[in-house]
């Protein structure tokens, strides 16, 4: 066999050992959830390629994850039977940073540094496969991939800045598939190998691991022995030659080891909703998703008749900046509760709402299914309506939560894909619009409801008012504002530059149309003809004078009843677009 090779790492995983081993010292237990949720990983990826090729199961029809722990040695090795890993797999996976859970770590950590958040909260991270080196001072993985006929050693010690990688020889060592991991445990963290500990720590961390979970424990049964009985013995005196020694039983216990089977297979989500508690339902979502803040809230639904799936949704109390953002994976698809995929666009769920995180689970669908057919499927239409009926729900119900300030991070969070979707999804403007929250001139710097503009209309207000504006102060300032202050009118301040593109969107909201105050027609419905035109004539040259002087710069110069104390307002034309829109339409071709 061909000597170890030896590999530096990449440079960042350097530097994120040493993070991790600096900063998570008080939350160690946290190696077992990563290294377990890699084997489920790995488990999973299996599984969904078996579908379509059955022979990848020919060394073993078993999924399952075994831990064994060997409490005078201090090692623990974590057995999967999952994809395993190629030799180039695992230079390109242990030696580098390709995954998403230790950029988003880098990143938290940056972030919770910068607020002097507590690091305890870090320790909820996915911080992947390096924190094994959090309890060990050397990581042993021996791995065969069904693409390869080797099976290859990947080996490192904690502190060093290079790993080395071999074929497997020691015949003991072989498995038909997957990876075996042995940590090496650090001399203060030994007592992680002891079998009672490993077992609470798998029920802890990973209880909603859907591959049985086996530890490596100590069993005992009692059984009844025939033993001698020495009283007797003597009384029989001390002739050896005589052979008949008296007997008595006595229980005794047969100790033994044996895998036992730690954690609960059933998916959460098959479970009855009323049995499962707000914590289980965020501690699923903590490890599914690699967050580590709670939810701000959760719906888990069954949907009969037509087309029957199984489905929790979740709102991220985190902020999600990139709107446009085509790789959410936000929603996990099961079918018959083989994982197939979270790399939608928008077939499932729409792109406007990927800030919603959840899994589905469907019967009704092929488990080799796709992305073609997702597109075809009548049956992914129907399961998509229901799931965005269900968001919708899940949302107004914070905003209708007593605590106001729930709705407010929301809206904080979220607000702008809302807003995206009354662009992108007219069938459901009926469910946005209720949601959506602006500023408006007696909100005083709070945001409203359109439920709450409309309660606060006059009786003879028909319409509902807005002004565009690039900040708070330039819309309070607008002249357009004081005719409608005068009658007690309130008015929208769209601020924000997706707020105009969303109400012209919308239209109407309760069959209140909405009108912008900054266009030439506004009718407050308190025309006086006679003294229009009176005043027409009186400063009609005016006019004229001023349209000359000004030129092309203006459509038309006119008489207005819109103000109440400035001399005169530049209007938008009733077809164009408002001074707002054309500020953005410049930003843009810029
Ligand atoms: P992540 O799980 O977020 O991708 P990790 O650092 O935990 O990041 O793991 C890095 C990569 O190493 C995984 O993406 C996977 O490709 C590989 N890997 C880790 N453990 C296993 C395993 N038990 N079986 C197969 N591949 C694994
Ligand atoms: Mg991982």
Not at 26 to 33: A, G, P, Q, Y
Not at 199 to 227: A, D, H, M, R
Request: hydrophobic share 35%; net charge negative; aromatic share 10%.
């Amino acid at each position: 066999t061909p000597p170890a090779e030896k590999y530096e790492y990449q440079a960042e995983v350097n530097r994120l050992m040493d993070l991790i081993v600096h900063s998570l010292y008080s939350n160690k237990e946290v190696f077992l959830r990563e290294l377990v949720s890699n084997a489920s990983d790995a488990l999973d990826k299996l599984r969904y390629l078996s579908v379509t090729d059955s022979d990848l199961l020919k060394d073993g029809p078993e999924l399952d994850i075994r831990i064994q722990t060997d409490k005078d040695n201090g090692t623990i090795t974590i057995i999967d039977t999952g994809i395993g890993m190629t030799r180039q797999e695992l230079v390109d996976s242990l030696g580098t940073i390709a995954s998403s859970g230790t950029a988003k770590f880098l990143k938290a950590l940056k972030e919770s540094q910068e607020a002097s958040v507590d690091s305890n909260l870090i320790g909820q991270f996915g911080v992947g496969f390096y924190s094994a080196f959090l309890v060990s001072d050397k990581v042993v993985v021996s791995t065969k991939s069904p693409k390869s006929d080797k099976q290859y050693v990947w080996e490192s010690e904690a502190e060093s800045s290079s790993y080395t990688i071999r074929e497997e020889t020691d015949p003991e060592k072989l498995i038909p598939r997957g990876t075996r991991l042995t940590l090496y445990l650090k001399r203060d963290d030994k007592g992680f190998a002891h079998p009672e500990r490993i077992q609470k720590l798998v029920k802890n961390y990973s209880q909603f691991v859907s591959f049985p979970i086996y530890t490596w424990q100590e069993k005992g049964y009692t059984k009844e022995v025939e033993v001698d009985d020495p009283t007797e013995a003597k009384k029989e005196g001390d002739d050896e030659t005589k052979t008949e020694v008296k007997k008595k039983t006595k229980t005794v216990v047969e100790k033994y080891w044996d895998w036992e089977l730690t954690n609960e297979t059933q998916p959460i989500w098959l479970r009855n909703p009323r049995e499962v508690s707000t914590e289980e339902y965020n501690e699923f979502y903590k490890n599914t998703f690699n967050e580590y803040m709670d939810p701000l809230a959760s719906s888990h639904f069954t949907t009969e008749g037509e087309v029957e799936f199984r489905s929790i949704l979740y709102v991220p109390a985190t902020k999600k900046d990139d709107i446009t953002d085509r790789k959410t994976k936000n929603i996990r698809l099961y079918v018959k509760r083989v994982f197939i995929s979270d790399d939608f666009d928008g077939e499932l769920f729409p792109r406007y709402l990927s800030f919603v995180k959840g899994v589905v689970d469907s019967n009704d669908l092929p488990l080799n299914v796709s992305r073609e057919i997702l597109q075809e499927s009548r049956v992914v239409r129907i399961m998509r309506k229901r799931l965005v009926r269900k968001a919708f729900d899940m949302i107004l119900g914070i905003s209708c939560s007593e605590n106001r300030d729930d709705y407010e991070k929301f809206w904080e969070n979220y607000g702008k894909f809302l807003k995206l979707g009354c662009m992108e999804d007219k069938e459901n403007h009926k469910r946005i619009a209720p949601l959506l929250r602006f500023f408006s001139s007696q909100s005083n710097e709070e945001l409203i409801s359109l439920d709450e503009y409309v309660e606060n209309m006059k009786p003879e207000q028909k319409d509902i008012y807005y002004i565009a504006a690039d900040s708070l102060s330039s819309a309070k300032h607008a002249p357009f504002l004081e005719k409608l202050d005068e009658k007690e009118y309130e008015v929208l301040f769209l601020v924000d530059p997706m707020d105009e593109v969303s109400v012209t969107n919308l239209n109407s909201y309760k069959d209140k149309r909405f009108i912008d105050i900054s266009k030439e027609d506004l009718d407050l419905g308190d025309k006086n003809e006679e003294r229009e035109k009176e005043i027409k004539q009186e400063y009609g040259q005016t006019c004229d004078w001023i349209k000359k002087r000004l030129g092309d710069k203006v459509g038309r110069v006119d008489i207005s009843n819109r103000l109440s104390s400035s001399p005169c307002v530049l209007a938008a034309a009733k077809f164009g677009w408002s001074a707002n829109m054309e500020r953005l339409m410049r930003a843009q071709s810029m």
